[in-house]
């Protein structure tokens, strides 16, 4: 898993005031889960823009006032109006120790199913996981090609070399839908073979 890094500077301050002085000033106020305290920091809006806005995940490195924490991003707040971030918060993470961590689903391949009509749907944008960060995939791949109409693939149906899955194993990662078309052409060959099976079915005239 690639690392980015975010540069911040400690808070002198705390509380709903000094909260909203960063956010004013286009800063975002956040909090380090670390092994022995917590470490509260502001760090730059943009500065999250490779963190955020994008399809991988990845190790952050947070240079505070020339200090290196190494971390993963825990949750992130957006302003349900505006979509800025309003908050951050990361955990200190270790290379010796296990590391849980969301990471995005990739899905390629060209599906039969979508092929045959079918649509593809997506249940899960991201998969929990859990293992050593030298380990940690940057997203985890999802091959569709061989899905039919009706198949899916379930998390029990991943494997990553040194990794475990943490989500249940009965949750639909992707599915491929029956769509409007891929109905239509169902139920014209079912009733298709209804009407061969009936005209089968039914006995030739006797001759007089």
């Known amino acids: 898993m690639k690392t980015i890094e975010i540069k911040g500077s400690i808070r002198k301050e705390l509380g709903k005031k000094s909260s909203k002085q960063i956010r004013k000033a286009?800063?975002?106020?956040?909090v380090i889960y670390g092994k022995e305290t917590n470490i509260h920091f502001q760090a730059?809006?943009?500065?999250?823009?490779?963190?955020?806005?994008?399809?991988?995940?990845?190790?952050?490195?947070?240079?505070l006032?020339?200090?290196?924490?190494k971390t993963v991003l825990q949750d992130i707040q957006f302003h349900p109006v505006s979509d800025r971030i309003i908050h951050a918060d990361f955990v200190q993470i270790s290379e010796d120790k296990p590391v849980v961590i969301s990471v995005p689903v990739s899905v390629h391949g060209d599906s039969v199913g979508v092929i045959a009509?079918?649509?593809?749907?997506?249940?899960?944008?991201?998969?929990?996981?859990?293992g050593l960060p030298k380990f940690l995939p940057e997203f985890?791949?999802?091959?569709?090609?061989?899905?039919?109409?009706?198949?899916?693939?379930?998390v029990g149906d991943l494997t990553l070399d040194n990794i475990e899955f943490l989500d249940m194993k009965k949750a639909v990662v992707v599915t491929i839908a029956t769509s409007r078309v891929?109905?239509?052409?169902?139920?014209?060959?079912g009733e298709a073979a209804e009407g061969a099976a009936a005209t089968a079915e039914t006995p030739a005239p006797e001759k007089s």
Request: proline content about 3%; some cysteine; aromatic content about 4%.
């Open 26 to 30: 286009e800063g975002v106020p956040c």
């Open 44 to 63: 730059q809006e943009l500065a999250f823009k490779g963190l955020i806005y994008t399809h991988e995940a990845h190790l952050v490195d947070l240079n």
């Open 65 to 69: 006032d020339g200090k290196v924490y």
């Open 117 to 130: 009509g079918g649509k593809l749907s997506i249940k899960k944008r991201t998969v929990k996981l859990k």
């Open 140 to 154: 985890i791949p999802v091959d569709i090609t061989d899905l039919k109409i009706h198949d899916s693939v379930k």
């Open 182 to 189: 891929a109905a239509k052409a169902e139920g014209e060959e």
